[in-house]
């Protein structure tokens, strides 16, 4: 496993939305986290597992998924990844144990 995690950028913010590009490599992980407030993200390219309360979600390109607010998950890269996630402009991404 890759120890640095995904990188994230801002790709556009609007009056109430903004966008997130997410890439990286596959073995890359993001450690547990909560967005703020709901979020959606959507696979551009590879595939990636969220795991969310004990369960995990394998995503593969042009697949969704609605993350609630606050609920803790990671994120894991399995094939080469570049996805798009959109929240409100307020919401944030926190760490749990950083």
Same mark, same amino acid.
């Given at each position: 496993? #890759? &120890?640095? @995690? @995904?990188?994230?950028? #801002?790709?556009? !913010? *609007?009056?109430?939305?903004?966008?997130?590009?997410?890439?990286?490599?596959?073995? %890359?992980?993001? @450690? &547990?986290?909560? +967005? !703020?407030? &709901?979020?959606?993200?959507?696979?551009? =390219?590879?595939?990636?597992?969220?795991? %969310? =309360?004990?369960?995990?979600?394998?995503?593969?390109?042009?697949? +969704?998924?609605?993350? @609630?607010? *606050?609920?803790?998950? !990671?994120?894991? #890269?399995? &094939?080469? $990844?570049?996805?798009?996630?959109?929240?409100? !402009?307020? +919401?944030?991404? =926190? $760490? #749990?144990?950083?």
């Amino acid at each position: 496993m #890759i &120890e640095s @995690p @995904p990188q994230m950028a #801002i790709l556009h !913010t *609007g009056k109430l939305l903004k966008v997130l590009q997410v890439t990286g490599i596959a073995g %890359m992980r993001m @450690p &547990e986290h909560i +967005s !703020t407030k &709901e979020a959606v993200i959507i696979i551009q =390219k590879g595939s990636a597992v969220i795991t %969310m =309360k004990g369960n995990d979600y394998l995503l593969q390109k042009h697949e +969704s998924m609605i993350i @609630p607010g *606050g609920e803790k998950h !990671t994120l894991r #890269i399995t &094939e080469d $990844f570049q996805a798009h996630v959109i929240m409100e !402009t307020d +919401s944030q991404i =926190k $760490f #749990i144990n950083s």
